[in-house]
């Protein structure tokens, strides 16, 4: 389980959040439970600031969480019990499942759940209620490389 603690997760809750999970499983950034079900790990950084503040699961989005949700999400994983991320996914892969799709094999879950949230499409929305889009010339180009360049 990845906490993020960068800037904006920090203030968002994730600071507060890392150490309730701390307190709770009684384990510190890089330990796993005597159980073996859960290691704890501060995240520098999930990209998912219009989320804050977000947990990974097997590197599956959580977001929004709270320091009460977050306690929830390890007692139902240290529960077996199933756990759903708030997108991707319709549920978290196994370690083993992520092995096997960074070694490059199709797991079939990536048209899965949501990609996208409101938050994500904010500013798209926004662009396109208001006619904004990219320029087609935008009135200056780039400097030609110098030989050697």
């Given at each position: 389980?990845?906490?993020?603690?960068?800037?904006?997760?920090?203030?968002?809750?994730?600071?507060?959040?890392?150490e309730?999970?701390?307190?709770?499983?009684?384990?510190?950034?890089?330990?796993?439970?005597a159980?073996?079900?859960?290691?704890?790990?501060?995240?520098?950084?999930?990209a998912?600031?219009?989320?804050?503040?977000?947990?990974?699961?097997?590197w599956?989005?959580?977001?929004?969480?709270?320091?009460?949700?977050?306690?929830?999400?390890?007692?139902?994983?240290?529960?077996?019990?199933?756990?759903?991320?708030?997108?991707?996914?319709?549920?978290?892969?196994?370690?083993?499942?992520?092995?096997?799709?960074?070694?490059?094999?199709?797991?079939?879950?990536?048209?899965?759940?949501d990609?996208?949230?409101?938050?994500?499409?904010?500013?798209?929305?926004?662009?396109?209620?208001?006619?904004?889009?990219?320029?087609?010339?935008?009135?200056?180009?780039?400097?030609?490389?110098?030989?050697?360049e």
């Amino acid at each position: 389980m990845g906490v993020c603690t960068t800037s904006l997760c920090a203030v968002m809750g994730g600071d507060e959040i890392w150490e309730t999970v701390c307190d709770h499983l009684g384990i510190g950034n890089g330990e796993t439970t005597a159980d073996g079900k859960v290691t704890l790990e501060a995240i520098e950084c999930n990209a998912a600031c219009d989320f804050a503040p977000v947990i990974m699961v097997n590197w599956e989005f959580f977001d929004n969480q709270t320091p009460q949700s977050a306690v929830k999400l390890v007692d139902d994983l240290r529960a077996g019990n199933p756990v759903q991320p708030t997108r991707g996914p319709n549920r978290v892969p196994t370690f083993k499942e992520n092995e096997h799709l960074l070694a490059g094999f199709e797991d079939g879950l990536a048209d899965e759940g949501d990609s996208a949230g409101v938050p994500t499409l904010l500013g798209k929305r926004i662009a396109a209620e208001k006619g904004w889009g990219i320029p087609s010339d935008p009135g200056w180009s780039a400097p030609e490389p110098k030989e050697g360049e």
